[in-house]
C-alpha cells in the first residue's frame, strides 16, 4: 500500500528556514507527480508546490515564490520542500501528496488531482 510520510516540521523564527521531506513507500516514486499543500487553523488546505515526474517541471504557489524550493531524489524515494525567509503566515500544517497523473499546471494545485496523502508535519513560524 502507499505510504507517505512527512518529516521536518517544527517551530522557527520569522526569517528563519525549514527543510521538509516526504518518504513514500508502496510505489514506483519516479512514476508519480509530488506535491506540497499546507492546511492553516480555520482554512482551506492549499496549494505550496509541486514537482513533475521527471523533474524537469516545478510548480509554486504565488505566496511562496522565491522562498521555498521542491526537489525530488529518486534513488531515496523522497521529496523534500526547502522553506527559506519564513513568514508567520507560512504557519500551517504541511502535507505531501502523490498522484500517478503527469499534472499539468493548471491541475497540479488542486487538492482532488492526488490520490495519496501524509499524515502532515506542523511548522509554526513565530513573529
Known amino acids: 500500500q502507499v505510504q507517505l510520510v512527512e518529516s521536518g516540521g517544527g517551530l522557527v523564527q520569522a526569517g528563519g528556514s525549514l527543510r521538509l521531506s516526504c518518504a513514500a513507500s508502496g510505489l514506483t516514486f519516479s512514476r508519480y507527480t509530488m506535491g506540497w499543500f499546507r492546511q492553516a487553523p480555520g482554512k482551506e488546505r492549499e496549494f505550496v508546490a509541486g514537482?513533475?515526474?521527471?523533474?524537469?517541471?516545478?510548480y509554486y504557489a504565488d505566496s511562496v515564490k522565491g522562498r521555498f524550493s521542491i526537489s525530488r531524489d529518486i534513488a531515496e524515494n523522497t521529496v523534500n520542500l526547502q522553506m527559506n525567509s519564513l513568514k508567520p503566515e507560512d504557519t500551517a500544517v504541511y502535507y505531501c501528496?502523490?498522484?500517478?497523473?503527469?499534472?499539468?499546471?493548471?491541475?497540479?494545485?488542486?487538492?482532488?488531482?492526488?490520490?495519496?496523502w501524509g499524515q502532515g508535519t506542523q511548522v509554526t513560524v513565530s513573529s
Open positions: 514537482i513533475s515526474k521527471s523533474v524537469s517541471r516545478t
Open positions: 501528496a502523490a498522484d500517478e497523473d503527469q499534472l499539468s499546471s493548471g491541475i497540479v494545485a488542486r487538492t482532488a488531482s492526488y490520490d495519496y
